[in-house]
């Protein structure tokens, strides 16, 4: 798999191995997008709720409104005193990961004013965030897993961490519970109900260099997908407090993020573009779309019919931000 390896022990042959590192986006392709609009940058991440973009470029996050394709207004911003390295929106709150400072909660309800509502240091630096209903969960560098009661957001306070063997990089929620991944292998499920311990339900230690973790409840069954040395390692939740083990694809990219949205895959392959990988059959991933810009995307996010796609220069070394980029608004034909 040009040098990439399925997690150890994991039941993949050398046949589907090959298939899956040479897939290409060109077979059997269902999907098809048109570029229907652009927002300016500088771009990073980004997310997408239901006509709202939100763009974090270094320390800043920017709101813009696409409900009307052919003329998206950029709203306001606000900028942590940290870079953002992951943030999740749930409703007119944003949780932001910003690195040393900790979580920031950001009130977006009138978004040409997003406001600083709340905030919580934690011990080290913080890579990502997901939230349980009144619980934030933060992939902390140094930390592991944060947990942070957010039932009031202007006083969020800290319940405890939770102890990786590796640096934690990042977390995603399902429910009660939530899944981390740390580098070099672990794979780990925490039940969020078990207050008492935070200790994991689970650990799993043969993931391949996860650096990220989606889940999807929508899919059928339900699925996590781990991000690690170019390859996108597939789970099965049936189970949810014991992962199952179904398949790695290999990208013919360099692939630097991924968005889950049912069972669909869609992957920021850098050069390469935006793949969109089919996971109807968990243990036999397959392309079924893509699209290809004129610059490296660099992350994508997804909802409904609309994904939008950071492009701009890859990074470099251990740098992130690069300053610049862009974000193609995209349109499911």
């Known amino acids: 798999m040009s040098g990439r390896t399925a997690p150890v022990g994991a039941p993949v042959t050398l046949a589907l191995a090959a298939l899956l590192a040479t897939a290409g986006p060109a077979a059997g392709q269902t999907i098809e997008y048109d570029e229907v609009a652009m927002l300016p940058g500088p771009a990073d991440l980004v997310e997408l709720d239901g006509r709202r973009a939100y763009v974090a470029a270094e320390r800043t996050l920017t709101v813009f409104d696409i409900s009307d394709l052919s003329a998206p207004r950029r709203h306001g911003s606000y900028t942590f005193p940290e870079k953002i390295w992951g943030f999740v929106v749930v409703g007119e709150l944003v949780y932001a990961a910003a690195d040393f400072f900790g979580l920031g909660i950001l009130d977006v309800s009138d978004p040409d ?8 240091k934690t011990p080290g630096q913080v890579k990502d965030v997901d939230v349980s209903g009144a619980t934030a969960v933060l992939a902390d560098h140094m930390s592991g897993v944060d947990l942070v009661d957010v039932s009031d957001v202007r006083a969020p306070a800290n319940l405890g961490s939770v102890y990786l063997d590796g640096y934690s990089r990042d977390v995603a929620v399902l429910g009660p519970r939530a899944y981390a991944v740390d580098d070099p292998s672990g794979f780990y499920v925490l039940d969020l109900q078990e207050t008492g311990s935070w200790e994991p339900a689970s650990a799993i230690q043969s993931a391949d260099g996860p650096r990220m973790v989606e ?7 339900p699925l996590a997908v781990l991000l690690g040395h170019g390859t996108l390692q597939v789970y099965d939740l049936s189970d949810p407090a014991a992962p199952a083990y179904r398949s790695t694809y290999a990208t013919p990219g360099n692939a630097l993020r991924v968005a889950l949205d049912g069972d669909r895959a869609y992957v920021a392959d850098g050069e390469r573009g935006m793949l969109v990988v089919g996971l109807q059959d968990p243990a036999a991933p397959r392309v079924v779309g893509s699209y290809r810009p004129d610059q490296a995307v660099r992350d994508v996010a997804v909802d409904g019919d609309l994904a939008l796609l950071a492009v701009g220069a890859l990074p470099t070394g251990i740098r992130r931000s690069m ?3 862009e974000v193609i608004v995209l349109r499911r034909r």
């Open 113 to 120: 004013d997003p406001r600083l509502l709340g905030s919580v």
């Open 323 to 325: 300053g610049d980029g």
């Open 215 to 221: 889940v999807s409840e929508t899919a059928s069954p």
